[in-house]
């Protein structure tokens, strides 16, 4: 799984964010394909992804609001997808399924 240290991690390698751990707040939610937004999840991306998928997203506000959602496998907790939402836009995007060697990434 992601979890809070990875987060802390990629946020400051990715964007150079530091991450107060106090301040993070996660969720975790059972999604079918139709309830996610197309916007930013590609449809070439929902083909590998389970059906449904579990979802886990950290909220992290400071001078902009960050989004952190990874898509995982519901039985293993296997990390499958990666995005990241800036002020509501995606700014980054990767596949973490092993068996794939995709690479969604848009800034």
Known sequence: MFGIKQLIDFMKKEFG???????VGEETVLLYH???DK???????LKILPNPVSFHTY???EESEWIIGIALEAKTNNPLFLVCLKDGL??????LNELRNKNDRTT
């Open 17 to 23: 964010v530091v991450v107060e751990l106090n301040e």
């Open 34 to 36: 139709e309830e996610l």
């Open 39 to 45: 916007k930013l999840i590609s449809d070439d991306v």
């Open 59 to 61: 909220i992290y506000n």
């Open 90 to 95: 995606r700014v980054y995007a990767k596949l």
